[in-house]
């Protein structure tokens, strides 16, 4: 259907012309959406059918967040008709980029996480592996981000468009939950058994949508359940209204934190609503004997949120599958697999136990056999107090789900290298030591066919003319690019293309926002979600120090560098939405003066997701990675910035250190802290910001401008940022850094007043971040953890 442009057109005007008369991009749109659906169930049918004819081994990616962004580029581009159904459109009056924009973006996660996950099951269907994901269909995703007098609004975003669904419903397959009820020990024929009596079941109804790969070759299956009310009898002392509205609220929203732990009651029915609707689905659906799970499936869980598939895994098989303990044990600690993405101790899982054994009863029931299990396993060891308190899954009436998840897996893997040494050395020595073979690396990738091929198809342009185009489906040959770092008319073309995505992002900008950036300026770009260890409050206060600068100094008058922010903040952080407001406020302020905007220019990107991203990360020059060291598990955001040409500025924290190995740290500006003078000071508690301020003169008088409230607005906002700086003694490291990182941004001044040598620093990074693919990333999963067979697909 896609083969020729002119078939596409024929294709595409017989439907139009069959629908409306007025040929609007909303038309275009749907009708585009529809074509694509057609084709790509072809694919999807053909795909499915395979998976089952060759009965090979499935993986499945329990996440509770899936931010995968638009879709309908990205599938176009994956077919390979992209430009196809651009220049057919453009003949008939149509721009495909405006038809994109109609596109609401399903905002299924938070940050990092989410996007990781999306990343993942684009690269597992390009490889051609047989890969799906399972995860919840929330009717509002991630809030809309407004300002209002600078401080954050949040506005519900729903995404579903019913006319044309990114996702097909699947009544057929839908599967009953149980919450609640009472567990009674009763006489089968197996021997005595426990059985839940009087359960509030909720009904799972599967929404599936086609995860297209490369080529358009295999499709897999993302499945995202919907919480409705069952058919099934409902216990008679129960209010059905109030069960009615607790139903819906199921997977009404996301839950908008992504890095402290909530402990809501709704967000345990979620999570075990995830656990239970996929794991029944798996099992029924199976062609294989239960012994045979393990070679059959993998299961890989994205974080602790998932965790409850341990003891969910082992009630359906003793319960419901009249399997012993340890047959079920045996299985479970065989499928299973378990990825830690953060150390950060408020995002630590841990539950209440009476409240998983009110909600869960013959779950709980499980969590505290497995406990009782792996203590007496302890028993012939000598372990002191504090050892085996950490090795504890229930302590002291909580149930801490990262310990759940290591022990009932078979593999547990950190992010990046220097976030799985901390793991292995540090936060689960323990639980290391009791395992020695369970804990591995796997740095983290991005899916380079959205990053650089569908965001930068300019970019990606340029590097095809000048390698060929095998590094699209081998992105490690982008190091062929290495021989034109020195090559003139190639930094050139690199330059040219630079300033064309400045200008792009500035005129997707423009579109609603009246703002007035210089494209010669530096994009020094900070895109994340806003929190204390991301330090977007050191890069403002840097911000302060210059307007400082150019103020008292005629003689300093620095290349004018724009500084864009991007990125929301949990709607509970208090802390996190001050500092978007004082963000917000120096922006004002430098904006508006004529002395300071020549040189300093501020935009904070309002709602911040995945399609502004795209705008964004190909116009950076520079990427700010400055996370308090030891803090950021991995961050994939810089692999991206790297990808497009950006240069780090950036601390030795997460992926940083594999981008400065890769790249070369003289092809980055490298600052601060290291991780291990970060956790020495955390353990002593010896770090006095006082001292900083005492002692540096130009520190001194940027904490006095903010303590008179110079910088700030409103009382509130002084006493926040103030507060944490001085009562809270600066838990980020802020003062402690912020010198070193001032001077890392002198070094990009002096680097850039060399046009060409800093071109040639950033295709020097392009070229070194091929390693940074997430296709990388899965083949290596695929190799050390799953074991799953490539699957070709035939046309
Ligand atoms: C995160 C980490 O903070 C981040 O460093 C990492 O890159 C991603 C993906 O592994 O996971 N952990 C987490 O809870 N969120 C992240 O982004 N939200």
């Not at 990808?643 to 950036?650: D, P, S, Y």
């Not at 890769?662 to 991780?675: I, L, S």
């Not at 490291?733 to 040598?757: G, Q, T």
Request: hydrophobic content about 35%; charged content about 25%; overall charge negative.
């Amino acid at each position: 259907m896609f083969s020729s442009k002119e078939e596409f057109k024929k294709s595409f005007i017989t439907r139009i012309e069959s629908k409306d008369m007025r040929k609007t991009t909303e038309l275009a749109y749907e009708i585009l959406w529809e074509m694509t659906c057609e084709w790509i169930k072809e694919s999807w049918d053909r795909t499915n059918g395979l998976y089952k004819e060759n009965d090979e081994k499935q993986l499945y990616y329990f996440s509770i967040e899936f931010l995968i962004g638009r879709v309908l580029g990205q599938n176009l581009m994956n077919i390979n008709a992209y430009h196809i159904v651009k220049e057919g459109l453009d003949e008939l009056g149509f721009q495909l980029s405006e038809v994109e924009e109609l596109e609401v973006e399903p905002g299924l996660g938070n940050g990092g996480l989410g996007r990781l996950a999306a990343c993942f099951m684009d690269s597992l269907a390009s490889l051609q592996l047989p890969g799906h994901g399972y995860g919840l269909r929330y009717k509002g995703g991630l809030f809309t981000q407004h300002f209002v007098n600078g401080y954050q609004t949040e506005q519900p975003t729903e995404w579903i468009q019913e006319e044309h669904n990114a996702d097909a419903r699947r009544e057929d397959l839908a599967i009953d939950i149980p919450y609640y009820g009472d567990v009674q020990l009763v006489m089968g024929i197996d021997g005595l058994k426990m059985k839940v009596e009087n359960s509030e079941w909720v009904k799972a109804v599967p929404y599936d949508m086609p995860i297209v790969g490369a080529n358009g070759g295999t499709v897999n299956t993302l499945r995202l359940w919907q919480a409705e009310v069952s058919n099934l009898p409902f216990p008679g002392d129960k209010d059905y209204l109030v069960y009615e509205q607790e139903t819906a609220k199921i997977t009404d929203r996301l839950y908008p934190d992504d890095s402290l732990e909530s402990g809501k009651i709704l967000r345990l029915k979620q999570q075990y609503f995830l656990c239970s609707a996929s794991l029944q689905d798996i099992l029924n659906n199976r062609s294989f004997s239960m012994e045979k799970l393990p070679e059959n499936v993998a299961i890989q869980i994205n974080d602790t949120h998932p965790a409850l598939a341990v003891p969910e895994l082992m009630r359906l098989l003793i319960d419901d599958h009249h399997l012993t303990w340890e047959q079920a044990w045996d299985i479970t600690t065989r499928t299973i697999s378990y990825t830690n993405h953060t150390i950060l101790e408020e995002a630590m899982e841990k539950w209440d136990s009476r409240l998983i054994q009110s909600l869960l009863p013959r779950v709980y029931t499980i969590i505290e056999e497995i406990d009782k299990r792996f203590k007496e396993s302890l028993e012939t060891q000598t372990i002191d107090e504090e050892t085996f308190r950490k090795l504890s899954i229930i302590e002291n009436g909580v149930i801490k789900m990262a310990v759940l998840a290591v022990v009932g897996s078979y593999k547990v893997n950190g992010v990046a290298k220097l976030h799985t040494e901390i793991l292995k050395k540090r936060e689960m020595k323990e639980l290391n030591e009791q395992f020695p073979n369970k804990f591995h690396n796997k740095t983290n990738g991005i899916a380079h066919r959205r990053w650089l091929v569908k965001a930068n198809q300019e970019l990606s342009g340029l590097i095809t003319e000048t390698i060929g185009p095998r590094w699209i489906e081998e992105p490690e040959r982008l190091n062929e690019l290495h021989y034109f770092a020195q090559n003139h008319s190639f930094l050139q073309d690199f330059q040219a293309i630079k300033t064309l995505k400045k200008e792009q992002l500035l005129y997707h900008l423009q579109r609603n926002e009246n703002i007035i950036v210089d494209s010669a300026s530096i994009f020094d770009i900070h895109i994340k979600r806003v929190h204390g260890y991301k330090r977007q409050l050191m890069n403002i206060m840097h911000i302060q120090m210059l307007c400082d600068r150019i103020k008292q100094d005629s003689t300093y008058r620095p290349h004018p560098r724009t500084f864009f922010f991007g990125g929301k903040a949990a709607p509970s952080y208090h802390f996190a939405k001050q500092v978007i407001k004082m963000i917000n406020t120096v922006a004002v302020k430098v904006n508006n003066d004529p002395l300071l905007r020549k040189h300093l220019y501020i935009v904070f990107v309002e709602n911040y997701n995945v399609t502004q991203a795209e705008y964004l990360i190909p116009a950076a020059d520079v990427s700010e990675q400055i996370s308090t060291a030891s803090k950021e598990a991995s961050g994939t955001g810089n692999m991206k910035l790297m990808m497009n040409g950006a240069l780090t500025i950036g601390t030795l924290d997460g992926a940083n250190v594999e981008i400065f190995e890769q790249a070369g740290q003289e092809n980055a500006f490298v600052f601060g802290m290291r991780a291990e003078e970060v956790m020495q000071y955390e353990k002593e508690q010896s770090y006095d910001p006082k001292e900083i301020i005492n002692s540096d003169p130009e520190i001194k008088k940027m904490m006095k401008q903010l303590v008179d409230g110079e910088w700030t607005e409103g009382k509130e906002n002084v006493d926040f940022i103030v507060g944490q700086l001085l009562e809270d003694r600066d838990p980020y490291f802020v003062l402690k850094d912020i010198h070193s990182y001032s001077n890392a941004h002198e070094r990009i001044l002096a680097a850039y007043a060399n046009p060409v040598k800093w071109a040639e620093m950033c295709v020097k990074n392009i070229a070194a971040s091929g390693i940074f693919s997430s296709d990388r990333t899965i083949q290596q999963y695929s190799n050390d953890v799953w074991h799953l067979t490539k699957i070709p697909s035939v046309y």
